[in-house]
């Protein structure tokens, strides 16, 4: 019955998210009216009611992206592995994705609405161009939710042999058909950040190349840089989740199960956070050489101070993600060992977060640049300028890497004859990749502007070089090490699972904040440079009001998502109980039997 | 209790994030308006057009109000403006101003300010003196002076263009930066502005990339003064000919710099007048 209801709830998320584009797509592309329709709800204007439907589509749809990449790899993980355990985790995964496909639908049909009815000019002239690509991204919206019931409801039928496989490969449809989605959708925002060259606001639409215009210049790194994020994303809501679970968990077997989970959930989040500013890179350089008035306007005109919170933003992921690592260690036997450490990589990161907010000019009074000695500190704009911020977060990011990896090897000892040698092999390639980071971060100030950013490619290389030399050497040199102990699972302080909450609030109000970047850099155009937006709402807010925006649609998210949370937990609770029951029985029986076999343990109940 | 306490932590975090974000300076993003300006405007709707310019296409707001490099007007310069100079009312005291900006400097800043009528027309000074006095004081600009204004455009717009130099010798590229006053933002052997790169670092540059950054400067930002990115007039290649590109271009890069008494490399014009460039009040 459970199931049944939740099935409907689903296709009707899905049916009305399909109802609204079919009944608004041929209408309102034909019927002259209105360029902006009325809104105003509680002091919701038209662009408020936009933007909150936008991005609760847009973080639920994260969501259930980026919950099935990891979900695919875990079950791969069991199923290669042999361990059952990570294929529980990857179906306990995607009982979360059931609820919040449905909810990622009805966002996205209150946005099409709120889209059709409050822009209608605007609607029609994005549905003349991209109107074949809508039909394609509904028809795969009907795949993808069949898919995804499919590798759901088919887990314990498929769960042996080739059938196995099969399921497994289910898992690999639906990520197919969830990123040939996303594509399409960033095909459509991305032509109004940057439309291919030659139109003009008299360009008929009908006569726009739909091709040329999905394939734009910021189209394939927003692709990657979305897909990169929603494994973050994922992650870190997994990593919520679990420690939810964790923290109104009755029994240790349950906090055990949830502390694991929430480790690997933060494993991914931060495992990708890493690589996720390179494709930021990336898209930056693309949107400079689309514009660099679009490019100025992001990185130093009004947005400048956007740049500040972001840094602060991550360096709160950075310092809740070591911290949360820090405590882990406390239950893993042998960990004592690098507890002395802990301290000085704390002090790289803080350090690395000042400089990383350093701003680099400031507005201030006359009597403060008076005392400053000019528009810029003496002190501090040695350190705002990139060549002290690039050094500062690959810093951060070595020293990151290196608390994962005291994790990983806290209770191990290598049996390898060459184990001193690798770990000095190791020590070195930290300290070289160090050098190497440095060396470009002062270089840089001696260099003009053209060369210094390119030292930040520098940077990053020696970086990323490092992580993948250190972990071989490390995969290698622990084969068969020794054990100091096994991981008390379970074994946490409560702390450790607010750490978990609060980088999943950060990573969602960092993306809220970076869709604001990203979209108010069109600034007063719809289309930039082609389309004017000549509503009343063409100005783009200040941060202030933007942030207060964002808090509103993570509340709304977090809230959405709670009751998620609780509706897995009602699932899952009954699980336990169910096994519970099944013990305390089969103790009565066996007792009342003399059977000395012993019972079975919560663990080996799905 | 702990669904509270997970709650609290929730809107904790989002508390702090909204706070930080509100307490940083709040700089919000107007949208242009297309400024049409007509002889019956009434006072007020000078004066509007005229904020509109001194916030935007004016530059004006990147030296005054940040503080050292010119004086904040805004809510003064209306009620000082007619004591300033003996005899002078506040409305010519302003317009020499915009157009003669050397004429006085106020006392602890710099003559950096490059003559306006370079950059706007005479209409558009106007509209900017009556914004000026409309800060503490009362508009006297009038329908004469505008129509005046819109007539003296209207004969710049219509007559033949100055004749252009084609010879190289009788440019003289120190001469020709000063007298476009590129000394407001950039410096030129120590001496000048600091809001754009000095012009050594120009030297031994591609002439192309240099050639460029004059004719079109939001094509390549600097990055260490990205914040005063768009203050730069895009009316450099019109205001110059082809001829006076290339020897100031030469000048910039390394060479000569051409002119009939030659010129100097950059880094070797010490000697350039500090307040050749147009003062600051």
Redesign the interface.
Known sequence: MKRWMTRGVVTRGVLLAALALAVALPLLAQVPGPDYGEFNFLGLDRRGAVWIAAQLHLLFAAFVLGVPMFAVVIEAIGMFGGDEKYDKLAKEFTRLLLVAYSATAIWGAILVFFLSTLYPRFWAYLTAIFAPSMWVYAGLFFLESFTLYLYYYGWDAWKKGAAKKVHWCLGIMLNIWGTIVMFIANGWLTYMMSPPEGLTADTAPQTVQLWSAINNATWMPINIHRLLANVVFGGAIVGAYAAYRFLTSRTDEERAHYDWMGYTGNLIAIGALIVLPFAGYWLGREIYEFSQQMGITMMGGFMSWLWIIQAFLIGILFLAGNYYLWIGMGRIPGAERFQPYIKWMLLVLVLGVIVWATPNTMIADRDEIAAMGGIRHPFLQVLGVMSAKNTAVNLMILTTFLSFLMYRRANKDPVVQWARAGTVLQGAAFALCAVVVVFYGVYGYFVTAIVRIGFSVYQVLAVLATILFVIGIDMAMLRGAKSRGEIRWGRMPDRSQYALLILAVTFTWLMGLMGFARSGIRQHWHVYEVIRDTSEQAFTPALGPAATIISICVLIFFALVGFIFWLGGLAERSVYREAEANVKAGQEGRAALGDPMPAPSLGDVD | M??L??LF???A???V??F???V?????????REIVLSADMPPEELAAIGEEIYAGAGGCTACHG????AP?LLGVVGGVCATRVPGQSCKDYLWESLVNPTAYIVEGFDPIMIDQSIVSSQAELWTLVAFLQSQGGEITVNADDFAAALAADAAAASAPPPPVVTDPNQVDAVALITAQGCLACHALGGEGG?VAPPFE?LRGQDPAFVREGIVDP???????Y??F??TMPTIFGDLMSPVELDVLVDFFVGGSGAGAEGGEAPGDAAEVPPDSAGGSR
Request: proline content about 5%; charged content about 15%; overall charge negative.
């Open positions: 702990t669904n306490k997970i932590t929730v809107v975090t989002l508390a994030f909204t930080v974000a509100n940083i300076p709040q700089v919000q993003s107007a949208v242009p940040l503080g050292t490099r904040d600091m670092e939001m094509a390549t930002i600097n990055e260490e990205s914040t990115a768009g």
